[in-house]
């Protein structure tokens, strides 16, 4: 499987391994055409990914990766086509920087009383990004030998219900779809089958994006089966919402979400990248 469309990744602007113009450069190989670097809740990384993308003839999408709460949890909204420079975004993005410090700190306070070196652990994890992620406390976990894997590292301190588990507090949903769209930017709500949400709870996750500025669903996410492409475009079909597609990439040596590596869109679902709203010369890109 192989999309020259790929509209979610990750780049060391966030919790990514590759440099954005790194990541460009692999998306290029991989025979992306049409990328948007959407690292979580910064716009940090996308300049030098534009340089590097005209140089590799790639078109960037200017994307974030926003958090936001919705009936208490945690979603994901992509934002493709913002202006970084938009000045309620940025402010939304100053927010959620003094959220995740934040957040790290509870982590260390936690992993220290669960005996584990907390301090030393937040000072890697700062000498990496200045916007932790529970990825990075995953990695340095590994790193001092606390886990064997990141996966482990979850499942022994970071996941709900384990000792260093802190609950974020992100804006509301209808204030992250503000600021996307303040920012000239269109709106897909990402991996929407991962949240721990009823089948009905969805159906209205899906209802409340669209009413307030929503146009797509990532349809087709990296690692994702068949059946949940397909059921994915069945919710879209039903709430009346496009379709994005996106790798998630984070890391070159996962092989299931590489750049472009991707289930195609199922053909009923309008394409997010063709809507009138998007970045025109997407369009005209993949047209030639």
Not at 3 to 15: E, F, M, R, Y
Not at 192 to 209: H, I, K, Q, T, V
Not at 240 to 258: K, R
Request: aromatic letters at 4%.
């Amino acid at each position: 499987m192989s999309s020259p469309v790929d509209l979610h990744s990750h780049s060391t602007a966030s919790d990514g391994l590759l440099t954005p113009a790194a990541l460009v450069q692999l998306a290029a190989e991989r025979g992306v055409r049409v990328l948007a670097l959407t690292d979580h809740d910064t716009v940090a990384g996308l300049e030098e990914a534009a340089l590097a993308a005209a140089a590799a003839g790639v078109l960037l999408v200017p994307g974030v990766e926003l958090s936001a709460t919705w009936r208490g949890q945690t979603v994901h909204v992509l934002g493709f086509g913002i202006d970084p420079c938009a000045p309620d975004l940025a402010a939304l993005l100053d927010l959620m920087a003094g959220e995740r410090l934040r957040r790290a700190e509870e982590i260390t306070r936690k992993l220290e009383r669960a005996g584990l070196p907390g301090a030393e652990i937040l000072r890697d994890v700062l000498a990496v990004t200045p916007r932790p992620t529970r990825t990075h406390f995953a990695r340095a976990l590994v790193k001092c030998g606390a886990a064997h894997s990141q996966a482990a590292a979850f499942e022994r301190h970071l996941g709900r219900g384990r000792p260093a588990a802190v609950a974020s507090h992100w804006p509301a949903l209808e204030e992250v779809l503000r600021c996307c769209l303040a920012a000239r930017g269109v709106a897909s709500l990402a991996h929407p089958l991962r949240y721990r949400l009823s089948a009905g709870a969805r159906r209205e996750l899906c209802a409340d994006f669209r009413q307030h500025g929503g146009l797509a669903l990532e349809v087709a996410c990296g690692g994702d089966s068949p059946d949940r492409v397909a059921t994915a475009a069945s919710l879209a079909a039903r709430q009346g919402l496009a379709g994005s597609v996106g790798s998630d990439f984070h890391d070159p040596a996962t092989p299931w979400n590489q750049p472009g590596r991707l289930a195609k869109l199922p053909a009923p679902i309008q394409p997010i990248w063709l809507d009138a709203a998007f970045p025109a010369r997407a369009a005209e890109v993949l047209a030639a």
